[in-house]
């Protein structure tokens, strides 16, 4: 997507990953320099991964904790993240489990924690910008 400039053409875009694409942060340590080495179309293309995974929101269902999560946590405002069950696809006892561990962990801090389950849903989805 910003090999063709569309985070520069639409900075106000909103763009929710589901899913659990927090995975990219385990992988940006190789995407960034990789994108930064590698010609596209006869020249380098001036593109900060980092700073691509920071404009977006993420949703850290599926079991993101403790890897993802904290990965994701070193480059991602706390405010980007959104607590999706996956709920009817995961089984109930699997989404208690994965609110359970986010929780319980750690890595959060109890606002940051409320923020992930509530507050940054109702910010992002009902934002009057």
């Not at 659990?20 to 991964?49: E, H, Q, T, Y």
């Not at 959060?108 to 924690?113: A, F, I, K, V």
Request: hydrophobic share 40%; aromatic share 14%.
């Amino acid at each position: 997507m910003e090999l063709k400039g569309i985070f520069k053409r639409f900075p106000k875009n909103q763009i929710y990953c589901t899913s659990c694409w927090a995975f990219l942060s385990l992988l940006v340590d190789r995407l960034d320099p990789f994108l930064k080495a590698i010609p596209i179309n006869g020249s380098k293309p001036r593109i900060d991964m980092y700073a691509i995974l920071r404009h977006l929101y993420y949703d850290v269902a599926g079991f993101s904790i403790p890897r993802q999560l904290g990965a994701l946590l070193d480059i991602v405002d706390p405010h980007h993240l959104l607590y999706g069950s996956d709920y009817h696809y995961t089984p109930t006892f699997g989404c208690e489990a994965l609110a359970g561990q986010l929780n319980s962990t750690r890595l959060l801090s109890d606002r940051e924690r409320n923020d992930i389950f509530y507050n940054n849903a109702d910010r992002l989805f009902n934002s009057r910008d």
